[in-house]
């Protein structure tokens, strides 16, 4: 049977943690950037976790970690 094929897409968008869930960026964070306050801006920059629905269908996109 041949290797899966990961999804490039999805690679490039979430890394997997230690613990095997899937870490984000969040949002809201590339544009029109002069009407949200500075604690808004603040807290987009940190990493979030993937919701663990989202996590299953996720995992099948990257099969090796990524």
């Known amino acids: ?3 899966q094929k990961t999804n490039r897409a999805a690679a490039k968008r979430f890394k997997q943690t ?3 869930s899937l870490k984000r ?7 029109i950037l002069t009407k949200k306050t500075r604690k808004r801006k603040r807290n ?16 099948k996109l990257l099969p ?3």
């Not at 960026?25 to 544009?31: E, F």
């Not at 987009?44 to 976790?49: E, F, H, K, Y």
């Not at 993937?50 to 269908?57: A, C, L, T």
């Open 1 to 3: 049977m041949p290797k």
């Open 18 to 20: 230690a613990s095997g």
């Open 25 to 31: 960026r969040k949002a809201y964070k590339s544009h």
């Open 44 to 59: 987009l920059r940190r990493a979030d976790m993937v919701s663990p629905s989202d996590e299953r269908k996720l995992k």
């Open 64 to 66: 090796y970690g990524a």
